[in-house]
């Protein structure tokens, strides 16, 4: 199983906090940083206020070396699809070819009311979300004379540069709850699908809908990676795993049921049951970027039984 580390910055981070925790991972053996794509803090302020998701990644792109970068998720409403393509193409260009590109349609009314991006009906995100998806992955497979004409997104003769430095494009991220629409976008489009905070009970009927969609157009389920994201809160004894709870404002409790939390062992049990559903990659949200001690201790005890 890959371990990443999957970070908030909109919660209060500067990128110099980003880099350090990037550069912790790549150290520490983790498999890759991602971050969310959020221009709003929720339930704080945030200080000293966002970071762009693209900027950043294109930073790290710069100042690391083994680990992968990316997003969990790309809000579709921020950007327009061929813009995005060039920019993701751009940092996979400047890191080169490390970058996998997790991309939804968007949930967080208030950080739209609060940057002026418009916030269509949930449908209506979805039916962008899909054409967003047709565009990005059209330019990066056909290359050059590109054209797409949909409802929402009209391209003509495309130059589709730049490429990508990953053939045929890099690894696209597709996750969450919904019941038909987002396994069948998965299903159509992405390499990996992700449950996005869901316990392994929850996320193996998920998973079984996103088989179902990959058969019912003639895809192998088998060519895609299935991914989960949860909150991570490990120590080496109880107190410990209850400050590190205390220091991000949730219950240890709460967070033993539906994150990875507990103890090393504890973190262990957890990861094999997501591994029971068929899920071989964890993205570990660390809400407290300030304690790396956190991730060494994950490094030390838990990376290594979850790669044997």
């Not at 260009?93 to 739209?112: D, N, P, T």
């Not at 565009?135 to 050059?144: A, D, P, S, Y």
Request: hydrophobic share 40%.
């Amino acid at each position: 199983m890959d371990l990443r580390i999957f970070t908030e910055p909109q919660q209060g981070a500067t990128y110099d906090d980003l880099l350090a925790v990037a550069r912790a991972t790549e150290e520490l053996g983790f498999d890759a940083f991602f971050r969310s794509d959020h221009y709003l803090g929720m339930g704080t302020p945030g200080l000293p206020g966002p970071t762009d998701a693209w900027v950043t990644l294109a930073g790290l792109a710069r100042e690391t070396s083994r680990i992968r970068l990316g997003t969990l998720m790309t809000a579709a409403t921020f950007r327009l699809p061929g813009p995005l393509a060039i920019t993701v193409a751009g940092v996979d260009q400047m890191s080169g070819g490390r970058v996998e590109l997790g991309i939804g349609a968007s949930w967080f009314e208030a950080e739209h009311d609060a940057y002026g991006i418009p916030f269509p009906p949930t449908g209506e995100r979805f039916d962008r979300l899909e054409e967003q998806l047709a565009v990005i992955t059209g330019l990066w497979r056909q290359g050059e004379g590109f054209s797409y004409a949909g409802r929402y997104y009209q391209l003509t003769d495309s130059p589709a540069l730049p490429r990508p430095t990953q053939q045929p494009h890099p690894p696209i991220i597709v996750g969450g709850k919904g019941p038909r629409r987002t396994p069948a976008l998965a299903a159509t489009y992405a390499d990996e699908f992700n449950l996005t905070f869901q316990t392994p009970e929850d996320g193996r009927v998920q998973v079984e809908r996103v088989r179902d969609a990959c058969k019912a157009i003639g895809r192998d389920p088998g060519e895609l990676v299935y991914s989960a994201a949860a909150t991570v809160c490990v120590g080496a004894d109880d107190s410990e795993v209850e400050r590190r709870a205390k220091a991000i404002g949730r219950d240890a409790a709460e967070l033993r049921a539906n994150g990875v939390a507990g103890t090393p062992k504890e973190a262990v049990e957890r990861l094999q049951e997501y591994a029971a559903i068929g899920v071989t990659r964890v993205y570990l949200q660390v809400m407290d970027l300030a304690d790396l001690d956190h991730l060494g201790l994950i490094a030390a005890e838990v990376l290594p039984a979850v790669r044997a």
